[in-house]
T-cell receptor, first 114, second 114 residues
């Protein structure tokens, strides 16, 4: 089955700095990679996603890059703000004998220090 | 704001109780999901419904029983739970049950088993 590794598990940055979270996946057939932000007491919120036919996607201060050959993808947050503090999850699509699902990473707790 | 609403937000129950979790989505989606989120573990997919038909059951114990009466509502009936079932239970929906479709999550029900 699919295995998604996410690093680091915790990340602390100063306000205004950039933050990078990396994920690797094992199934070369995976073709959809969403990123979720989960604030305390809330459910995961989709913040950006990328499909395997593109290498990079950007939305204001957030960008995601995908390297299909190396089977890894990364989330980049520039000009971080305190409200970016949350737990971030990556995920990769997975299909096996009729099962279709997302496999999630174990999460990165990002803390932005004002 | 979320287009997926879960009730109750918190639930404490004994091991012999029977209770139900409710999820309602206002997005016009045709696929709904139950996930379990435990501390320090990746999100675990429990059940998938597509057009009110269960399409995936990921080896979930029978003490969890899902029900999808229509495409907007999803229930998780709980009976004779164990302490290890304490977790955040998240509901999600997507336009259709396809690998590249974004999933939108509710804020979850925090379940504690005494």
């Amino acid at each position: 089955g699919e295995n998604v590794e996410q690093h680091p598990s915790t990340l602390s940055v100063q306000e205004g700095d950039s933050a990078v979270i990396k994920c690797t996946y094992s199934d070369s057939a995976s073709n959809y990679f969403p990123w979720y932000k989960q604030e305390l007491g809330k459910g995961p919120q989709l913040i950006i996603d990328i499909r395997s036919n593109v290498g990079e996607k950007k939305d204001q201060r957030i960008a995601v890059t995908l390297n299909k050959t190396a089977k890894h993808f990364s989330l980049h947050i520039t000009e971080t703000q305190p409200e970016d503090s949350a737990v971030y999850f990556c995920a990769a699509s997975y299909m096996d004998t009729g099962r279709r699902a997302l496999t999630f990473g174990s999460g990165t707790r990002l803390q932005v220090q004002p | 704001e979320t287009g997926v609403t879960q009730t109750p937000r918190h639930l404490v129950m004994g091991m012999t109780n029977k209770k139900s979790l409710k999820c309602e989505q206002h997005l016009g989606h045709n696929a709904m999901y139950w996930y379990k989120q435990s501390a320090k573990k990746p999100l675990e997919l429990m059940f998938v419904y597509s057009l009110e038909e269960r399409v995936e059951n990921n080896s979930v114990p029978s003490r969890f029983s899902p029900e999808c009466p229509n495409s907007s509502h999803l229930f998780l009936h709980l009976h004779t739970l164990q302490p290890e079932d304490s977790a955040l239970y998240l509901c999600a929906s997507s336009q259709v049950h396809e690998l590249n479709q974004p999933q939108h999550f509710g804020d979850g029900t925090r379940l504690s088993i005494l």
